[in-house]
Each structure stands twice: as C-alpha cells, then as structure tokens.
C-alpha cells in the first residue's frame, strides 16, 4: 500500500498558543463531561468558557467559532494541570485524556499503568508520545519485554508510512530483545511473534509483510477471544493491509464486523471508535460511522488526532459545522502539545485540509482564504518516517482548492508549482492549471501541464508505484476531458469524464477534492443538457452530500429543465448548508432570491 501524504506541521515557537491558567484534575473532569454532552447535541458551552480560552496570537481562523473553541480549551488543559509549565510531557496524560485500554503483561506491577498509556497511544495514532512513552519503559523495568513490543509498533505508521530499512532494523532489534527477555505469558510471546512477521530479515515486500503481521493477528484474535486489544490491533492490520482501490472493501468490511462487537461493551477505548472511523471512511459506508464519530473525540480529548478523525464522517456525510468544530479543536489542541514539546504537532497539516474544505462547501471562502494566508508563514515540514514536505502540500493543495471549487478558473491557470514540492503535490499543481487553463482560454498552457501530468504519471510507473502513478493518471483524465470540452470535442470529454467518475464511485474517493462525477455534471450543464446535468448531480450529492457545488449545480440545472420545486428545494438546501455564512458570492444571492419567490 502506497501511503497518501497526510496534512502535516510542526509549528514554529512564535506560533505557540499562549500559556493558560492551571485547571484542576477534577476541573476538567467537569468540563469533559459537559463537552460530550454538548458534542452530542450539537450545541456550544456557556459565553463564561469560552472568554477564558486563551486564543492562539494572530490565529486568523480561530474566530468565529465558539464551540470549537470551548472544546479546544478544555481538551488542550487536559493534557496538563499546569500547562504554563512547558516541561510536562505525557506523563501528564491520563486513562481519562487518552481512552481506557485493558493489557495485562507480566511486567512489573507498577509498569502496568505506563505500558497501557503507551497502547492508548498508539491506538490515537499519537506514535511520536507512544514511543517516548516506551523508551522510558524500557529504562526503568528493563526486564519489560512489552515495552520492547510496544517501541517496535511504534515505529511502524500502519495506515500511512512503508518503514525504511534502516526503521525495519529497528524494529527487528526491538523484536529480537523482547524474545530474549522471555516473557513469562504465551500471550506476550504471541503478540512479540506476530510482530516478528513484520519485520523478519528477508526480501518480502512491504505488503507481503503487513499481510504475514495481520494473518499472525488474526490467530491472536482467535486465541484469545476475551482479548480486547488482540481485536483493536487485528482490525487495524486489516485496514494497513486493503489492497489500493479496493472496490471489494473486504478488509475495511471484516475489520468493521469485529470492531462493532467491542464498541458497546468497550465505550471508552480509543482504538474501537478510531478504527471504526477508519473501516468506514467511504462514502458506501460513512452513515455507519456516525456513532463512532461522535465518540471518540470524548474518549481520548487530549489526543489532537482524536479531535480531527471524526470530521473524516462529518465531511463524507456533510456535517460542515462538525467538521469545521473538529478540525478547529484538533488544531488548537496540536499546537498547545506542540508547546509543551510533545511529539506530532506536524499532524495538524491533515486537520487544516478538511478545515479548508468545509470552510468551502459551507460559503466561508474568506475564512479558508485566511487559513492559507498563516499557512504560508509556516516552516518547510516533515513527518516523521515520511520523506514530503507537508508545508510545501499545504500550499500546493489548499490554494487549487480554492480554485477549483470557487470556480475561479483563471486563478487556478496563474497557479506555480511549489518550490520543494513532491511529485504528487506538483500534480495537484498542473491538474489545478490544467483545467483552468482550459476553462478560461489558454488551451495551449493546458495542453502543456497535460504533459507535465504525463511525465509525473510516467515516472511513477517506471518506478513501480501504480497507485501513484493510477491517481496521476486519473487526475490527467480529467484535465484532458476539459480541454476537450473547451475544443468542442463534447461527447468525448463527457465520456472521459464519466470512466474516471465511474472509477471514483466505486472505490470511495478521497474527500477535499471536487468529485469527477459533479465535474461531469457541471459540464453537462455548461453543454446545454440540464436534464442529464440534473441526473449526475443528484447521484453525486448521493456520494457527497451538501456540497457547494452539487447543490448549486443541481439548483440550476432543474431550474434550467423547468422544474422550479426541485429547484428551490435544492437552493434552500443550499443555503441551510451555508446558514454560518457571510459570503457575498453570486450563487447565494441567487438561492437567496429564488427561495424568496417561493
């Protein structure tokens, strides 16, 4: 499996939250549970809470809203009772901040508490922490030879790195120290074996490996049926292990079927909500995901990935208030870790893409306009284990969706490859100038970043990386098919428009991005066939629900077929989407004016 760049940055010190008064444990017990209360029913903490959050300085996308910011206050505090101090680390974090995981080991008695923060850790993705939490393990019960396990499944980002050799080596030594400490349990000794799978010396690939590590769970699994965590760690192999552009959603499907069984009886551990989140991250199965979504941020509110993971749903499903709640707090909560020198404060890049994008799909250009103004005051970003700089996706990403979806052709042609910039990221650059280009008149610059796309494409297929190189290809489809359009060939780019849509659909396509089925639509309209228009957008709303441009697009195209109720019903939905909104943009002046007729 090839990894997508997740969205990453680690803040500079002059982009540190300010420090905040201490909060009690019992303090913010109180607060936690007001939050999940409010979380459920959608509504925001008292106008007292949301004064004493400190907001970070110059944080132009903070504003605006309250809820998001409350939550972000209290989660954040939670890391720390005294959070002024930016020597605390994670030792600060509790069951209560992190999730409650069951692991018992033959460790020693008073290495039991650590051991399962560290699992808690792991299981939110918060690796950076969970390895600290295990080096430490390993210094004061050297005898611990979980501590060993768990480090060595730190190294390993299951859902989005391929761990380099010299990474592998790692994780084999810390493999080979576990056995020799001889764990007095067979069950340890299973789990140390089944990770041994993964990073056993030989000339296996990457997904042969991962396969081997997942087979070896699903023993574990089996073994030992009353073991919670066996379950949590077998689905989340079975979600490392999918095949790219799997249709099938076999893997995502039986790792769904385990993880429901645990989710009522296990409400408050980390890794069930997680991975349901991740097991239905398609548009076939996000409805699904819901109950786990407005989970799991209360189980684990100091984990800042805990905080974005369940917009993952929101934005499937077209929560964009949720979604940009979400993303607002896990941001918030990523940059006060960050302070505290906590490890994965680059995550936030991830959070920051949804945020522009719900900022879009709800009628907030100018706040998602704002977010990208700080974004480029920002350092030159790594993750660790993964080679891209995520600041240079930022600002790769970020501004050709703004483009496309604002329908702002001629800036997406004026759009420049980004210095530093990956292969991908410069991609999204030309597919963004490409279509421009062809909406606004220069079909010969957009036949010149077609080229550039084929070159990017080739070079990942001469490198063996099909799925990189598939993504390319799809992406210089759809280019291809506008500038066919502008050149009058229509039936030729409809029908180029409709195999990539088609593709899309059936593997679930990635969110903050227009879907090719409402271009499709949008150029159907544009071809003077509303009827059919009509027919894409509502089966493209069906996969994306409440986007701007699937709602606005299918307004017009029933208003243009003579179906006036249809159409006010879609403007009205419309505007309930962007009921936050301050937007002056024509299509809500429109909507605005033809509900008001109704």
């Given at each position: 499996m090839e990894p997508a760049a997740p969205s990453r940055y680690q803040p500079p010190s002059k982009h540190r939250l300010s420090d905040t008064s201490p909060i009690s444990s019992a303090a913010f017990i109180q607060t936690a549970e007001t939050i999940a209360i409010n979380f459920d029913e959608h509504r925001g903490l008292t106008a007292s809470r949301n004064e004493s959050y400190t907001r970070f300085p110059g944080d132009p996308f903070m504003k605006n809203c309250a809820f998001a910011l409350a939550v972000a206050f209290a989660l954040v505090c939670a890391v720390s009772p005294a959070i002024s101090d930016e020597g605390h680390h994670h030792e600060e974090l509790t069951a209560e901040q992190l999730g409650t995981v069951h692991f018992p080991t033959s460790c020693a008695a008073d290495s039991q508490k650590t051991f399962e923060k560290g699992v808690a850790l792991l299981h939110s993705f918060w690796y950076e922490e969970a390895r600290k939490t295990f080096e430490g393990l390993k210094k004061s019960d050297p005898k611990c030879a979980m501590a060993y396990w768990g480090h060595g499944m730190s190294l390993w980002h299951q859902l989005w790195n391929r761990p380099d050799a010299e990474t592998r080596k790692q994780g084999e030594s810390d493999v080979k120290k576990a056995r020799s400490l001889k764990p007095k349990t067979q069950r340890e000794r299973d789990y140390i074996d089944a990770l041994g799978?993964?990073?056993?010396?030989?000339?296996?690939?990457?997904?042969?490996?991962?396969?081997?590590?997942?087979?070896?769970?699903?023993?574990?699994?089996?073994?030992?049926?009353?073991?919670?965590?066996?379950?949590?760690?077998?689905?989340?192999?079975?979600?490392?292990?999918?095949?790219?552009?799997?249709?099938?959603?076999?893997?995502?499907?039986?790792?769904?079927?385990?993880?429901?069984?645990?989710?009522?009886?296990?409400?408050?551990?980390?890794?069930?909500?997680?991975?349901?989140?991740?097991?239905?991250?398609?548009?076939?199965?996000?409805?699904?995901?819901?109950?786990?979504?407005?989970?799991?941020?209360?189980v684990a509110p100091a984990a800042p990935h805990a905080l974005h993971m369940p917009s993952h749903i929101f934005a499937r499903v077209g929560l964009w208030q949720d979604d940009i709640d979400s993303n607002l707090a896990s941001v918030a909560a990523?940059?006060?870790?960050?302070?505290?020198?906590?490890?994965?404060?680059?995550?936030?890049?991830?959070?920051?893409?949804?945020?522009?994008?719900?900022?879009?799909?709800?009628?907030?250009?100018?706040?998602?306009?704002?977010?990208?103004?700080?974004?480029?005051?920002?350092?030159?970003?790594?993750?660790?284990?993964?080679?891209?700089?995520?600041?240079?996706?930022?600002?790769?990403?970020?501004?050709?969706?703004?483009?496309?979806?604002?329908?702002?052709?001629?800036?997406?042609?004026?759009?420049?490859?980004?210095?530093?910039?990956?292969?991908?990221?410069?991609?999204?650059?030309?597919?963004?100038?490409?279509?421009?280009?062809?909406?606004?008149?220069?079909?010969?610059?957009?036949?010149?970043?077609?080229?550039?796309?084929?070159?990017?494409?080739?070079?990942?297929?001469?490198?063996?990386?099909?799925?990189?190189?598939?993504?390319?290809?799809?992406?210089?489809?759809?280019?291809?098919?506008?500038?066919?359009?502008?050149?009058?060939?229509?039936?030729?780019?409809?029908?180029s428009l409709r195999k990539v849509s088609d593709e899309e659909d059936s593997v679930g396509a990635e969110q903050a991005w227009m879907p090719a089925r409402e271009m499709l639509a949008d150029m159907l309209l544009e071809a003077n066939r509303p009827q059919d228009a009509l027919a894409e957008y509502d089966r493209a709303l069906k996969f994306y629900p409440n986007r701007f441009d699937g709602l606005y697009g299918a307004a017009r195209a029933a208003e243009t077929a003579g179906k006036n109720e249809q159409a006010a019903a879609y403007y009205a939905q419309l505007l309930k989407s962007c009921e936050k909104s301050n937007s002056t943009r024509p299509e809500l002046s429109r909507a605005k004016e033809l509900v008001a007729k109704k």
């Open positions: 799978n993964f990073y056993a010396v030989g000339n296996k690939s990457h997904d042969e490996r991962a396969r081997a590590y997942s087979d070896a769970m699903a023993k574990v699994y089996e073994k030992y049926p009353d073991d919670h965590e066996a379950a949590a760690f077998y689905a989340l192999s079975l979600l490392a292990v999918e095949p790219e552009n799997d249709a099938t959603f076999v893997d995502r499907k039986k790792a769904a079927a385990v993880l429901e069984k645990l989710f009522a009886s296990e409400p408050n551990h980390p890794g069930v909500a997680h991975y349901l989140i991740h097991a239905y991250d398609k548009p076939q199965l996000a409805q699904l995901g819901l109950p786990a979504a407005r989970r799991y941020a209360q990523t940059r006060k870790t960050a302070a505290m020198q906590m490890g994965g404060a680059s995550h936030q890049f991830h959070a920051l893409d949804y945020l522009v994008y719900a900022y879009l799909q709800s009628g907030r250009e100018d706040e998602a306009l704002k977010v990208i103004e700080e974004v480029k005051t920002m350092p030159a970003m790594k993750m660790e284990g993964m080679d891209d700089d995520l600041h240079a996706f930022a600002l790769a990403k970020y501004p050709a969706m703004v483009a496309i979806e604002m329908h702002h052709w001629a800036d997406a042609a004026a759009l420049t490859p980004v210095p530093g910039a990956s292969k991908s990221d410069s991609a999204i650059t030309y597919t963004a100038r490409a279509i421009g280009a062809s909406r606004s008149g220069k079909p010969d610059q957009a036949k010149s970043d077609i080229a550039e796309l084929k070159k990017i494409e080739d070079g990942f297929q001469s490198s063996g990386k099909k799925y990189s190189s598939d993504w390319v290809h799809m992406n210089r489809m759809e280019a291809e098919a506008w500038l066919a359009h502008a050149e009058g060939r229509n039936d030729e780019a409809i029908a």
